[in-house]
Each structure stands twice: as structure tokens, then as C-alpha cells.
């Protein structure tokens, strides 16, 4: 009798587990939450960090910006060799190149047919030259993504300030889209000052917009509403500690009619487009090439790093190629170091030592171990309605660390409007270190250095159930705490 009993208990738990199994995989994914990315933004978003080169007749003349009037053979690259700046990119850990291939002096670096301001008016290789090919070509031997910068400002073309100059620029725009693709980033600067005649252009931005996705459906468009994804509102490297990726564009343009810096640089918690910030920034002072110039420490960058990829934003890193057409070896050289201390940085998510425990898991299927598995495409979430959470992670030995990264899932929409940190400290008691907005993409936490039996974060409010694809404790040896203390 009591062996028919035993068997009777142990059959019973086996359907009890197999059963709560079963109902675990029923669980329904959440129900995605208001503005949603592209496929292609979420992509974007996903390569962190781009290369962006200033590159023209300014990289010849010292300027910041060019006049118009440049002779095109000050345009003489000696040693020009775009696999170089492909090299330098794959080594900086950096995913695409975006060139200014037009900037606002007109100067075009291919054969523009609609200009006669252009590397085919040089003498450089006989006007045979071409950057955008060597560019593009090298971008996809070495499997990054190329982007192109074209300025629709125009301070050498006769027709600017006319309606004539419109369809002058979308014939330049077809020039370049027809021949160098894949785009996958069209960079649009909103900059509009005066012409040859003394007049300002009144830009066509639906056509223009219009012509680049019609030539690469996937392609990002870049200006300050987008609408693939906006500037972050400053030179700086720094988008917001609270940063949205939507943004409200009904009555804005870009340039002067955008929304105000402090908008774009902190998105609009209610915002009706998905319009990711990319946070643009160069290693120097300048954004082209000067020899007076030298490129930031390593530390600057890593600041810059945080501030950037780290608050749900894109780092377009300009790296400006000197008078031989290479990158010069001290940027190179720089890059190398900050991808060094990056890897090294986040090489060891120390969460994996602990052991999980949440208030409001939707189920198994997503689960708390989804947090650390390094798949972006499987996440944690709580129960539909759910809108604040408990993350307990607790360790049979003390971890000594003072980065904590959060990614939400982005797919399903940006959702955590605040959080905040607890550590359990020398007495046994909880600790707030930190309370912080948004997450979005990625957010990384800057933390004095800390050591610790336990953690907790706390969603304290979030728009819809929160969602987290990943979790991660880390440890930086390359800053001071007193060195991030303002971040």
C-alpha cells in the first residue's frame, strides 16, 4: 500500500510540473506599446558605434566650412586608400562609414553630373578620381555598412535660392543613390545659409526624403525629425539621462524649424514617431583634419561612450582622414585602445554568478534567464498590466562592480519611464545607489565602485509591462569613480 501511495505522489508531481511546463509555453508574448521601430531601426540601433568622415577640399584648407570658391584641384589626396579607413573601423569595433560626400561648399567627392564643382574637375588621377566608389567598395569587401553625408546647402551651385535648385539637388541625390548602394544612412544636415546670390533655399524635404527611400527603401534618413533618426542636439557626445526614442515632428523641419536641442536631446515621452537619437562627435576639435589637432584621450572617450551608447543612442564618431587620403595612425591607434578597454570592460557579465528572483515573471518561456543569455531576441517581462517589477540577483560570494546595463527589447516599444538600484551593503540592509529614467535600447549605469552580496532594480514605472532583453553587472578599471562622478 505505501508503495502504490509513493507511486500515486510521484506521478502526481510529475503531471503537476509537466503540466505548470505546459502552461509556462502558453504564456502570449506582450502586446507591443505605442510608436515601434523598423526592422531597419532596430539594426541600426544594434550597431552602437559608426565611423563618420569629414573629408574634402576643408581637410586641404584648414576650414571648418568652405566657401564655395575653392579651386577643385585643392582637392589632391597623395595616398588615398579607403580599405585603410575599412581597417580602421573593423578594429574600432565600428559597424559603418558615413561620408561627407558633399559638404556645404558643393564640392562633390564622385563625378556629379549636375555639377561642375566636383572631383572630376580636378586634377587628382587626371579627374578620373572617385571616393565614393573606393568607399563603397571597400565597405562591402570588408562587410561594413556604408552611409553618405550630402549637404543641402550649396555655396558654390548658381541655382541655390531658386526653385530651380531643388531639382537640381534630388538629380545630385540620384546621382549618388544610383550608383553606390547599398545606402544604409542618409545623412542630412539642416544647415541653410546664402548662396552665390546672396539668397537662402526653401528645401524640398518631402521629395528629398521621398527620393532616398524610394532608392534604398531600407536606408536610415538622418536630420533633426528624421525620420529615421534625429540629431541628439548637441556636438558634444552627450544625449539625455532621460532619453526617448520617439519625438513629436507634426510643424517642425529640419535646421531652424526643428524642435529645441533640449527636445532632441531627451526625445518626447509621448512622442508619435519612433526617431532614435545619434549622438555625432569628433576624436578632435574639429571635424576635419588639421595636424594642429590630435584626438581625444582614451578616457574622453569612454565618457563618451557612456554617454551615448550607453543612454539609448547611436555614437557616430567622426575620425576625419588627413591631406594622404588615410586615417592618421594616432586616431587609429586611439580607436584601437578604446575597443581594447570596451572588450575588456564588458567581457564578464558578473550577474551570471548570482541567483534570480522576481516578483511578476510572465512564465518561463520569459523568464528571468533571459536576462543574461546574450540573445537580444529573447527578453523578461512581467504580466500584461503588470507596470513595476522587482529583480533580485543574490551571490554566494561578494562581486565587486560599478557598471549595471539594462536593455529593453525595443521591438515591442520603449516602456520604462524610472528605475532605481538597491545593493545590500555591510549590515545587511537594503541601499539605494541609484534612481534613474529611461532604459530604451541600452542604458548603462555609472556607479562608484561597489561590492555587494545583492542587488535589486526596481521598475518603479513603466508605460506598459516592462520588457528586458538583457541584464548585466560589470566592472571598469579604466576610469576613477572620481573621473565618471558628473556623468
Avoid at 268 to 288: K, L, Y
Wanted: net charge negative.
Amino acid at each position: 500500500m505505501q508503495k502504490r501511495t509513493s507511486n500515486s505522489l510521484t506521478l502526481f508531481s510529475i503531471i503537476a510540473i509537466v503540466s505548470s511546463f505546459v502552461l509556462s509555453c502558453d504564456v502570449q508574448p506582450p502586446l507591443p506599446y505605442g510608436p515601434l521601430p523598423t526592422p531597419s531601426q532596430v539594426a541600426w540601433q544594434q550597431m552602437e558605434m559608426n565611423m563618420f568622415c569629414h573629408f574634402g577640399p576643408n581637410t586641404f584648407s584648414g576650414n571648418e566650412w568652405g566657401d564655395g570658391t575653392e579651386a577643385e584641384d585643392l582637392f589632391a589626396p597623395t595616398q588615398l586608400d579607403c580599405h585603410q579607413w575599412v581597417a580602421v573601423a573593423q578594429q574600432a569595433g565600428m559597424k559603418g562609414i558615413i561620408l561627407t560626400a558633399k559638404h556645404h561648399d558643393g564640392f562633390c567627392l564622385w563625378p556629379n553630373p549636375c555639377s561642375q564643382h566636383t572631383v572630376a574637375q580636378s586634377s587628382w588621377r587626371n579627374g578620373k578620381g572617385d571616393v565614393l566608389k573606393e568607399l563603397s567598395n571597400a565597405c562591402h569587401e570588408g562587410q561594413l555598412a556604408f552611409g553618405i553625408y550630402i549637404s543641402p546647402w550649396d555655396r558654390n551651385d548658381p541655382t541655390y535660392g531658386t526653385p530651380e535648385y531643388n531639382q537640381q539637388f534630388l538629380a545630385t541625390l540620384s546621382s549618388a543613390h544610383d550608383h553606390y548602394g547599398p545606402i544604409f544612412e542618409q545623412w542630412f544636415d539642416g544647415a541653410n545659409g546664402e548662396g552665390p546670390n546672396g539668397k537662402k533655399q526653401t528645401y524640398d524635404w518631402e521629395k528629398f526624403n521621398n527620393l532616398v527611400l524610394e532608392k534604398h527603401p531600407q536606408a536610415l534618413i538622418f536630420s533633426d525629425i528624421g525620420p529615421g533618426c534625429r540629431w541628439v542636439g548637441n556636438e558634444s557626445g552627450a544625449a539625455g539621462r532621460t532619453c526617448w526614442s520617439t519625438l513629436d515632428i507634426d510643424g517642425f523641419t529640419p535646421g531652424a524649424g526643428a524642435p529645441s536641442t533640449d527636445t532632441l536631446n531627451q526625445g518626447n515621452r509621448n512622442g508619435t514617431h519612433w526617431i532614435p537619437a545619434e549622438t555625432d562627435v569628433s576624436i578632435r576639435d574639429g571635424w576635419f583634419y588639421r595636424p594642429s589637432e590630435h584626438p581625444k584621450s582614451l578616457k574622453t572617450l569612454l565618457r563618451i561612450y557612456y554617454t551615448s551608447v550607453g543612454r539609448n543612442s547611436l555614437l557616430l564618431l567622426n575620425v576625419p582622414p588627413d591631406t594622404r587620403g588615410l586615417i592618421p595612425a594616432e586616431d587609429s591607434i586611439r580607436l584601437v585602445e578604446l575597443r581594447k578597454a570596451l572588450n575588456d570592460i564588458f567581457a564578464q557579465n558578473l550577474l551570471l554568478r548570482g541567483t534570480f528572483i522576481s516578483e511578476h515573471a510572465r512564465g518561463r518561456r520569459f523568464g528571468t534567464s533571459h536576462l543574461t543569455d546574450q540573445d537580444y531576441n529573447t527578453y523578461y517581462a512581467t504580466r500584461e498590466g503588470q507596470t513595476n517589477d522587482l529583480i533580485e540577483v543574490s551571490f554566494t560570494q561578494p562581486v565587486t562592480f560599478n557598471r549595471v546595463v539594462l536593455q529593453e527589447y525595443i521591438p515591442l516599444g520603449q516602456r520604462i519611464e524610472r528605475f532605481h538600484i538597491e545593493i545590500l551593503d555591510n549590515d545587511g540592509k537594503w541601499k539605494t545607489v541609484a534612481t534613474e529614467t529611461t532604459v530604451g535600447y541600452k542604458r548603462i549605469v555609472i556607479l562608484p565602485t561597489l561590492t555587494t552580496n545583492g542587488i535589486r532594480i526596481f521598475i518603479d514605472q513603466s508605460r506598459a509591462c516592462p520588457v528586458l532583453s538583457e541584464m548585466g553587472l560589470y566592472y571598469d578599471k579604466y576610469l576613477t569613480d572620481s573621473e565618471v562622478s558628473n556623468l
